[in-house]
T-cell receptor
Framework: NAGVTQTPKFQVLKTGQSMTLQCAQD?????MSWYRQDPGMGLRLIHY???????DQGEVPNGYNVSRSTTEDFPLRLLSAAPSQTSVYFC???????????????FGEGSRLTVL | AQKVTQAQTEISVVEKEDVTLDCVYE???????LFWYKQPPSGELVFLIR??????QNEISGRYSWNFQKSTSSFNFTITASQVVDSAVYFC????????????FGKGTHLIIQP
């Protein structure tokens, strides 16, 4: 059981380049989300999804795009990378209980992105 | 909007000491959930506990215990007889009930256990 898998683990981009961070989970969780972690800032929610075909913005969505075509996959796209997007990115999934999101997040190992 | 404050940026104690990590939250919702997560030096994030707003009973799991007090909007985490393996960054988080979105995290407390 792989859990939540993120790729790549490390990436260096130049300003203006685009890229996609991949995230896949094999636990059949309805909820998936992307967070970024910056020093001294904790984790901040970028985008989230409550199921295939449904996505919404979190606290810091600007410069990022997501889609959820299947239950398993939730890729994060950086449209035109900026140095301010240098961060560690975590994908997470969670399951529902009695119809509600439990909030118990299962995280991927993280992707460290550097934008020069 | 909700907010989570972890005022202790870094705590350093000697092994076997007890240590308490503070967490204060703000929300106007009456239904909400509180969480603690651990991030060891290896970088992964590990779920420790979830508590809903209607359950104020303290919880103990081995050397870990959590004290939830609605009157002070706090959800503190105590490690008894700390060990070097407890060294990590600990995050407190909040989610309002009925919401489908993610968690609001505090900025974390870096706990250093010295041998």
């Amino acid at each position: 059981n792989a859990g939540v898998t993120q790729t790549p683990k490390f990436q260096v981009l130049k300003t203006g380049q685009s890229m996609t961070l991949q995230c896949a989970q094999d636990m059949n969780h309805e909820y998936m989300s992307w967070y970024r972690q910056d020093p001294g800032m904790g984790l901040r929610l970028i985008h989230y999804s409550v199921g295939a075909g449904i996505t919404d913005q979190g606290e810091v969505p600007n410069g990022y795009n997501v889609s959820r075509s299947t239950t398993e996959d939730f890729p994060l796209r950086l449209l035109s990378a900026a140095p301010s997007q240098t961060s560690v990115y975590f994908c997470a999934s969670s399951y529902s209980h009695e119809g509600a999101n439990t909030g118990e997040l299962f995280f991927g190992e993280g992707s460290r992105l550097t934008v020069l | 909007a909700q907010k989570v404050t972890q005022a202790q940026t870094e705590i350093s104690v000697v092994e076997k000491e007890d240590v308490t990590l503070d967490c204060v939250y703000e929300t106007r919702d009456t239904t909400y959930y509180l969480f603690w997560y651990k991030q060891p030096p290896s970088g992964e994030l590990v779920f420790l506990i979830r508590r809903n707003s209607f359950d104020e009973q303290n919880e103990i799991s081995g050397r870990y215990s959590w004290n939830f007090q609605k009157s002070t909007s706090s959800f503190n985490f105590t490690i008894t007889a700390s060990q070097v393996v407890d060294s990590a960054v600990y995050f407190c988080a909040l989610r309002i009930g009925g919401g489908a979105d993610g968690l609001t995290f505090g900025k974390g407390t870096h706990l250093i256990i010295q041998p």
